[in-house]
């Protein structure tokens, strides 16, 4: 994977990263046979980088080979970060075959994810900004930690940036019109409770998240799986043929608004500002 840098990201990588490199990112556990836990694993903040992303992929798709497992967990293994959302490094001055292989890359996780056969459990224990929360509104069933500092929504304005449009679209269909449309304009970061409220969450609990959320998987896998994937793909399906049709548009959108000299800066400034905290 290293060999894939270039010289001048081999030269600036920090230490941490390095180590990143030779991580497996995520990890799989099954607790019982009929359910898997899906780890996040990313230190620092488990940011979706375009190898973590694909290896998200990746590992959906080994526990789906499996006919018995019916349920899936998505955790993280960092005690206070579900997930930074997308690694926003990504975004900063790339060049645009990474830029376009990157959110290519991301696509193919929200449609892996939104789309699996499995019943999906996102247990939040932690923030969860922008691609954290996309990650956790894929799922079928949400429950966050309520420690009120916690913070879960779509922060992309924050940024200088908007979400994409099938983003918006799985925001409008979770939390409705009218809160999306102010969530996403202010790029509103909502507490556990303000998040359980516009059912941007199904559940609150005191920490550790993950017992309720193996309760939880463990009620979804005693569904029989035919008609529970049905209706999953009844709800979703639209969704996803939409994107599956446009997703060399949504591509280029992606680029053009990236690559913009004043995006560029404002992702610049905005990262400068995350390091000096
Ligand atoms: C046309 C546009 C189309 C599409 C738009 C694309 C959609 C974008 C959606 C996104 O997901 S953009 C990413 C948005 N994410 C954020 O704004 C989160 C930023 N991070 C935070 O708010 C905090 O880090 C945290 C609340 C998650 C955790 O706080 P704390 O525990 O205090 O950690 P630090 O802030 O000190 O962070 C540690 C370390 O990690 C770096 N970092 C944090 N987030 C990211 C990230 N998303 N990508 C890359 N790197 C990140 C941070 O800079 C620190 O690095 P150091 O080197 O200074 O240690």
């Not at 969860?128 to 309520?146: E, F, N, Q, T, V």
């Not at 909502?190 to 463990?218: G, Q, T, W």
């Amino acid at each position: 994977m290293l060999s894939r840098l270039s010289p001048l990201a081999q030269r600036t990588i920090s230490p941490r990263l390095l180590s990143n490199a030779q991580r497996t990112l995520v990890n799989i556990s099954y607790p019982s046979p009929k359910i898997a836990v899906l780890e996040l694993d990313r230190p620092p903040v488990n940011s979706l980088s375009l190898e973590m992303s694909a290896k998200i992929v990746e590992s959906i798709k080994e526990i789906e080979s499996n006919p018995e497992v019916q349920a899936m967990v998505l955790k993280s293994s960092n005690p206070k970060i579900f997930s930074a959302g997308l690694d926003i490094t990504e975004m900063n001055r790339p060049t645009v075959a990474r830029l376009e292989d990157f959110w290519r890359n991301i696509q193919t996780l929200f449609l892996t994810l939104y789309s699996t056969r499995l019943s999906t459990i996102a247990s939040i224990d932690g923030h969860s900004p922008a691609g954290g929360c996309l990650l956790a509104m894929s799922c079928d069933y949400r429950i966050m930690s309520a420690t009120p500092s916690y913070k879960i929504g779509l922060n992309e304005t924050k940024l200088g940036i908007a979400a994409p449009y099938w983003l918006k679209d799985l925001f409008v269909t979770t939390i409705g019109y009218r809160e999306a449309e102010v969530g996403l304009a202010l790029g509103k970061l909502y507490s556990p409770k303000e998040a359980l409220e516009i059912k941007l969450v199904d559940e609150l609990v005191d920490s550790p998240v993950i017992d309720v959320a193996l309760k939880r998987a463990d009620e979804w896998a005693s569904i029989p799986e035919k008609g529970r994937v049905a209706s999953k793909v009844m709800l979703r399906g639209a969704m996803i043929q939409d994107l599956e049709e446009k997703r060399e548009m949504d591509v280029g959108w992606f680029r053009d608004f990236i690559m913009e000299e004043g995006v560029q800066k404002g992702i610049e400034g905005y990262l400068k500002n995350l390091s000096k905290k």
